[in-house]
């Protein structure tokens, strides 16, 4: 099991960057499968945007492909969202989350964090 905060969240412009830090304690991050999701105010659960596995491939969502890029530090024990040419519509509270199968399936993913907030606005 994977204890998961996240941080990085803030206010940005549209068209602007930032980068979502996942730090993960409990158990070594490397046999884990990692994903972001997001949950937009009044809006079910979305995800996930992106994910990493063990072997370090990933998987993009189109909604994000060519704008988030999804990185690991193992020595770190941190997982990355850099997020670039930001829209409103990214506006919501992102969450890194974990587990060791999956990686499309939401319900594979057993570890969460508590969410950072993201507020795309002029």
């Known amino acids: 099991q994977l204890q998961l905060v996240e941080s990085g969240g803030g206010l940005v412009q549209p068209g602007g960057s930032l980068r979502l830090s996942c730090a993960a304690s409990?158990?070594?991050?490397?046999?884990?499968?990692i994903g972001w999701f997001r949950q937009a105010p009044g809006k079910e659960r979305e995800g996930p945007l992106c994910?990493?596995?063990?072997?370090?491939?990933?998987y993009y969502r189109d909604s994000v492909k060519g704008r988030f890029t999804i990185s690991k530090d193992i020595g770190k024990s941190t997982v990355y969202l850099e997020m670039t040419s930001l829209k409103p519509e990214d506006t919501a509270v992102y969450y890194c989350?974990?587990?060791?199968?999956?990686?499309?399936?939401?319900?594979?993913?057993?570890?969460w964090g508590q969410g950072t907030q993201v507020t795309v606005s002029s």
């Open positions: 994910f990493s596995r063990s072997d370090g491939s990933t």
């Open positions: 409990g158990d070594t991050l490397e046999y884990f499968v």
């Open positions: 989350a974990a587990g060791l199968g999956g990686g499309s399936n939401a319900q594979m993913y057993t570890d």
